[in-house]
């Protein structure tokens, strides 16, 4: 009994253990990467030896740097625009039916998540290439779009999950036709999980490099391949400071969506 | 656009007759309805009864709309409605789940039929105001769904399918998530309800107490058809199949052969029937548990017989009786001072006698199991 007790309580103490080491894991680039942004070294270092917020300005300065964010800006709105509206017709669509077609739609556009993004940006590039749509904006927002439809399917589904689809039937009785008992009576009810699918949407595009790295080149360049680019040609801690600012920003949407899908009822 | 009066919900002045032509409704390999045809009467209480997977729920979709039928018509008053969809059908209906909507007040919910018919705020307000008096829900539109009970929930469904004004109601199993007291009370609740605004109302349940005390006519389906289609009296002492008789109150199937039109042999026993035996090698005899009475000495149809069982059971007493070739039936008897002493007890033997109007022999269902 006691010793039952010992043995569980150090067990208990091992995966306590073992959970810190998987946390400390997963934010220590935030750590190591935060304070080398604010480095006055002229390369990347850790820790710091001296303080300034030299980079950040290196980077607002810089007519390269500012044109790639405002690129990849653009497209991860133009993503968020078209990625979410598929997905959540998407999810609406397969949660309604039962037919056997539902369940291969679904697995047809979840296969994005689960193929290497490597092979898909290989597709893309290869298919880009025969219609003269590499190295342009509107390529990437497809090919983001096609990568974020996922998440929104997922996102919106569980939000779908639940909800009594008789309420729709309920206002089709009462005088309104689909559309209207759609958006009068189930967007209202899934708001949270749509507004947190295209937050998603909108970062999983800001992220994106494998894809971009193919598909993006010259005036189009995404901010992340734009990085990978310097990181290769030279190592200078404004890519700290625009990393800094990119783990803010998915924090703050990241954080957004996720009261998004709690707030829902 | 129909015309809406500003605050009074009475009697709608032309209920409409519905017409149900041949449907068939199938689901891959399964048959939902098949060639169902049932006219309902303009104002009429019409009940769908049936076990689930009967069809029933199936029927009154089709009916609201949300069921294309593979073939057939359905005609609401003269008009054809078979395809039109059922936000224009302008028929109130009440969900089993309720389907309230819960991001909107208990009033909102009222009025979203009226907004969809772009009545103004002004007009709508005491129209609102009438359908929760006549639910017994005044002063509650400002509450929130998730603030109401049960049974309140379910008045608010009512409130908001009979706003409108529609000439025909829809009910599915409406009362089947309420305790039996709330229950019992509500059947006589809608049942006012009904009485007081006239409109044809078709009501599915099954609950075949609910069917028997709230309808005009009941429809008994089984299987994807109407078994039998009549009024409570006639589904309950007349029932013209042996699942009817079987659904429908505490009955024992007692196999018979035929001796003429109007007697059958039942243990050995000619039983005299009021009503035409049917033709058949498969008859059964219905004997339903509170027709049996103790036998009078020139009493008909007397069934002599030991009684193996007595249970109290409140108002009645239920017997377990067997005859000396084995055939077994129950026999309940209302519970009561000057009676109870005449109680055969357990062991004991008794005459039984069955009223000839109560003798109902029909064919054996052979594809059921009892």
Request: hydrophobic share 45%; aromatic share 8%; charged share 20%.
């Amino acid at each position: 009994m006691r010793r039952g007790r010992e043995r569980s309580s150090l067990a208990s103490l091992l995966l306590s253990g073992l959970g810190i080491a998987v946390l400390i894991f997963l934010v220590m680039p935030i750590f190591i990467v935060v304070p080398m942004s604010f480095s006055a070294s002229r390369f990347l270092s850790f820790p710091p030896t001296a303080l300034s917020p030299r980079w950040y300005l290196e980077f607002f300065g810089s007519p390269e740097w500012t044109r790639a964010a405002w690129v990849s800006l653009q497209i991860a709105f133009a993503t968020c625009l078209l990625a979410t509206p598929i997905g959540v017709a998407a999810a609406y669509g397969i949660h309604t039916s039962s037919s056997r077609f539902s369940r291969a739609a679904y697995t047809v556009l979840m296969m994005p998540l689960m193929v290497p993004h490597i092979i898909v940006a290989i597709g893309i590039f290869f298919i880009y290439a025969r219609i003269g749509a590499n190295n342009t904006v509107v390529g990437i927002i497809l090919a983001h779009t096609m990568l974020a439809v996922p998440f929104v399917l997922i996102t919106s589904l569980s939000g779908l999950q639940g909800f009594d689809m008789a309420q729709e039937r309920a206002a089709q009785s009462l005088g309104v036709n689909r559309l209207e008992a759609f958006l009068k009576v189930t967007a209202p009810q899934i708001k949270g999980s749509i507004i947190a699918s295209a937050l998603f949407a909108f970062v999983s595009s800001l992220d994106e490099v494998v894809v971009s790295l193919f598909l993006s080149g010259g005036p189009s360049s995404t901010l992340p391949k734009r990085m990978f680019v310097a990181l290769r040609d030279e190592v200078d801690p404004t890519i700290a400071a625009i990393s800094s600012m990119l783990i803010i920003a998915s924090l703050a949407i990241g954080l957004a969506a996720m009261v998004g899908t709690r707030k829902r009822a | 656009m129909q015309r809406f009066r500003q605050d009074h919900l009475d009697t709608t002045e032309n209920p409409l007759a519905i017409e149900v032509r041949g449907i068939t409704k199938t689901y891959g390999p399964a048959t939902v309805l098949d060639d169902v045809s049932l006219e309902i009467r303009p104002g009429e209480f019409m009940t769908l009864l049936g076990p689930s997977g009967s069809g029933k729920t199936t029927l009154l979709n089709v009916i609201a709309g949300f069921v294309h039928p593979d073939r057939g018509r359905l005609l609401i008053g003269d008009e054809d409605v078979t395809d039109k969809p059922p936000h224009r059908r302008g028929i109130g209906i009440v969900f089993q789940s309720y389907a309230l909507f819960p991001h909107m007040n208990v009033a909102e919910n009222v009025a979203f039929s009226l907004k969809a018919r772009r009545i103004s705020r002004a007009e709508a307000g005491p129209m609102v105001a009438n359908a929760l008096s006549l639910v017994k829900l005044e002063g509650f539109g400002e509450r929130r769904i998730d603030q109401l009970s049960g049974g309140q929930k379910q008045r608010v469904a009512l409130a908001r399918a009979i706003v409108f004004q529609p000439k025909l109601i829809l009910m599915d199993e409406p009362l089947s998530a309420l305790d039996k007291q709330l229950r019992e009370h509500m059947q006589i609740e809608i049942r006012a309800l009904h009485e007081r605004l006239g409109a044809t109302t078709i009501y599915v349940t099954h609950d075949q107490r609910e069917a028997l005390t709230m309808s005009n006519r009941i429809a008994v389906l089984n299987r994807a058809r109407i078994e039998q289609l009549g009024t409570p009296f006639e589904i309950y002492d007349t029932p013209t199949s042996a699942f009817v008789a079987d659904f429908i109150g505490e009955a024992v199937l007692a196999g018979v052969s035929r001796c003429d039109d109007y007697s059958v042999l039942l243990d050995g026993r000619r039983m005299m029937c009021a009503s035409k035996v049917p033709i058949g090698n498969d008859l059964v005899l219905v004997i339903r548990s509170e027709k049996l009475r103790l036998a009078e000495a020139a009493a008909e149809n007397q069934i002599p017989a030991i009684v193996r069982k007595r249970i109290f059971q409140g108002e009645s007493h239920l017997l377990f009786a067997e005859t000396a070739n084995g055939l077994t039936f129950t026999v309940r008897q209302p519970s009561h001072v000057e009676s109870d002493g005449l109680l055969p007890g357990e062991g004991g033997s008794a005459n039984f006698s069955l009223h000839p109007a109560h003798t109902v022999v029909v064919r054996r269902d052979p594809k059921a199991e009892y």
